[in-house]
């Protein structure tokens, strides 16, 4: 018999029911799973009997046909295992998709190009950034008296003094792509050294202007 204590803790359990007068375990949500998918809810139930969909994705057809006590030659069998080989072969592309950018295996054609590709500097968190001329760089930098005198009397702009961004910033390879579509005579590293303009907009403060020097490395 069974006691009354057990019998309220079934009772308050979802993860307990009542058949033939054997108490069984049973997995709600990966019962509410398998009828998503489109199991019956009588398969879905015995299915979900003790196992999980990892368990229940190993199981053979007759230890499935079995489980939802249905014979071999059952059509509803091969609907049931036609929705398991789905899910597994599912989990395997999902886990064939997951790749790094590193990685030598990524197509072109999986990268969106022209006007389907994002632009990082067309977000509205991105401030506005401007690559200044190499012929403008001292005119941008006048206010900051950035001119120094070497000592056989020549003058250089010091531009290492200024705040640094990588090469690989987001924002400076979107202004690298543009500038290169323009001139594809552009030589190899001519993007570093160079000076950028980066204006930050703000509704109680207004805008506010920084230069930046591109590098390839801290």
Do not use: C
């Not at 998918?37 to 299915?47: F, I, N, P, T």
């Not at 009397?153 to 323009?182: C, F, H, M, Y």
Request: no cysteine; glycine share 4%; net charge negative.
């Amino acid at each position: 018999m069974i006691s009354p204590l057990k019998v309220r803790f079934w009772l308050a359990s979802p993860y307990f029911v009542l058949e033939g007068g054997v108490y069984l375990a049973v997995k709600s949500s990966t019962k509410k799973r398998l009828m998503e998918l489109g199991v019956s809810e009588e398969h879905a139930h015995k299915l979900a009997d003790d196992a999980n969909m990892d368990a229940i994705k190993r199981m053979t057809v007759d230890q499935v046909a079995k489980k939802v006590d249905l014979t071999t030659a059952d059509a509803e069998l091969e609907n049931i295992m036609g929705i398991i080989r789905e899910q597994m072969a599912s989990r395997k592309r999902s886990r064939s998709g997951r790749i790094t950018i590193s990685r030598k295996s990524i197509l072109d054609d999986d990268i969106p190009q022209g006007e389907d590709r994002f632009n990082v500097l067309n977000h509205f968190l991105v401030p506005h950034h401007e690559l200044i001329p190499v012929a403008d760089e001292e005119t941008h930098l006048a206010p900051w008296d950035m001119v120094q005198i070497e000592s056989d009397g020549s003058s250089r702009l010091a531009k290492e003094l200024l705040p640094k961004v990588l090469i690989t910033d987001p924002a400076i390879q979107a202004i690298k792509e543009v500038e290169e579509i323009n001139n594809s005579e552009l030589p190899a590293g001519w993007l570093t050294n160079r000076v950028v303009k980066v204006i930050r907009y703000s509704k109680s403060a207004g805008s506010s202007t920084a230069y930046r020097l591109i590098v390839e490395s801290t």
